[in-house]
């Protein structure tokens, strides 16, 4: 069982920038696809990048490719999520997910594939 915790986020302006960190408990950090979700208020959670257990292989969402970058550091059990040229439709509460199960991989993009979940961290970008 792994617990995830989420901080940095905030309120910037349009292009702005903001990095989020996930911090996990545990001992088998390296086991975990890790992943970052985000939810708009009366829309469905979405799925945002994710990174594999090692860290080379990484994915995202059409929506924030080329502006976010995920990364991991697993000597530190810490998940970030850099946002570069931030955008309005960008705000959202952000999730940071984690799964052990080996058929979990970074194309896994549905959030019913994840099992743990931080409780959320939000972000506004005002225009």
């Known amino acids: 069982q792994v617990q995830l915790v989420e901080s940095g986020g905030g309120l910037v302006q349009t292009g702005g920038s903001l990095r989020l960190s996930c911090a996990a408990s545990?001992?088998?950090?390296?086991?975990?696809?890790m992943g970052w979700f985000r939810q708009a208020p009366g829309k469905e959670r979405e799925f945002v990048a994710s990174?594999?257990?090692?860290?080379?292989?990484?994915y995202y969402a059409d929506s924030v490719k080329g502006r976010f970058t995920i990364s991991r550091d697993n000597a530190k059990n810490m998940v970030f999520l850099q946002m570069n040229g931030l955008k309005p439709d960008d705000t959202a509460v952000y999730y940071c997910?984690?799964?052990?199960?080996?058929?979990?991989?970074?194309?896994?993009?549905?959030?019913?594939?994840?099992?743990?979940w931080g409780q959320g961290t939000q972000v506004t970008v005002s225009s």
């Open positions: 997910a984690a799964d052990n199960n080996p058929i979990t991989t970074v194309l896994s993009t549905t959030s019913t594939r994840y099992k743990y």
């Open positions: 545990g001992r088998t950090f390296t086991s975990y696809t």
């Open positions: 990174t594999s257990r090692s860290g080379v292989i990484t």
